[in-house]
């Protein structure tokens, strides 16, 4: 099992920044790649990013390019989503989610572990 903690989460005005880390803890060595995910009131979960662990590489929602940096730092099993630009509509709950697919993609079903996620939200 794997256990993922989300933290970070909070309100921030339009145009402003938020880091949302994820801490993942227990069998970490079957964790291939990492993602965030969010879901906003009535709407689906979406992908946001995503990042293979082994490579580094990262993946983006067109949405969030260019505004969102997703990072991991492999010695302490932690994966950062830096938010900046942030816009009212990114306003959501934001899920961290570890799978076992490289390189990382921006389906939920590639992803078996979840986090309890954190709230984000931008005030226009």
């Known amino acids: 099992q794997v256990q993922l903690v989300e933290s970070g989460g909070g309100l921030v005005q339009a145009g402003g920044s938020l880091r949302v880390s994820c801490a993942a803890s227990g069998r970490t060595f079957s964790i291939y790649s990492m993602g965030w995910f969010r879901q906003a009131p009535g709407k689906e979960r979406e992908f946001v990013a995503g990042i293979t662990w082994a490579s580094g590489r990262t993946l983006y929602a067109d949405s969030v390019k260019g505004r969102f940096t997703i990072s991991r730092d492999s010695a302490k099993n932690t994966v950062d989503l830096q938010m900046n630009s942030l816009k009212p509509e990114d306003t959501a709950v934001y899920y961290c989610?570890?799978?076992?697919?490289?390189?990382?993609?921006?389906?939920?079903?590639?992803?078996?572990?979840w986090g309890q996620g954190t709230q984000v939200t931008v005030s226009s």
């Open positions: 989610a570890a799978g076992g697919t490289i390189p990382a993609t921006p389906t939920s079903g590639d992803y078996r572990y």
